[in-house]
């Protein structure tokens, strides 16, 4: 009898944990709050977070992004896609020019939200061009030693000649 109290109660057990990971989804609705930063060029980056608890937004929230320069410029309305730096992050792409802007960031229903900012763009930094050393192939460690696979596949090369030389020897005696 004990013995089949104790598998019922493993059951039961295991029924209640296989629900607890699902609790959590039940959460995630409601008003969205968005932080919203430039990227250090042309673009905006924007985290979206439920407000409720405070857990990032795990599906695509539509996201569009107006913004407002010096001398009147514009941009927008741009819809924001989700990023591959995790979850609840999105990005414009560069769409801003160099200069000072105010950038606002909206959410629909069912998730609305909203986040005014201001945004510095700046020219995007390009890596310097190697140095000519740097590039040339004789300085690198394959160009060194790149010889040696020439040579290791000639040795292979031989080395299957002597073989089948070797075999046919052998079965014409």
Known sequence: MRVFIRGVAAIFA?????LVPGLPAYAHDGPVTLDVAGDGAGGVTVRAIYTKDKHPVETGVRLV???TGESGRTVGPI?????????????SGPVLTPGSWDVAVTSPAPHPGKALVKVEA???QQMPPAPAADRDASSTLTGRF?????LAGAVVVILALGAIAQSRARSRQ
């Not at 295991?14 to 296989?18: C, E, R, T």
């Not at 819809?79 to 979850?87: H, I, K, R, V």
């Open 14 to 18: 295991a029924a209640l944990l296989a």
């Open 65 to 67: 992004l107006n913004a």
């Open 79 to 91: 819809q924001l896609n989700p990023s591959a730096e995790g979850q609840g992050f999105y990005t």
């Open 122 to 124: 700046k020219v995007a």
């Open 146 to 150: 790149g010889w040696l696979w020439w």
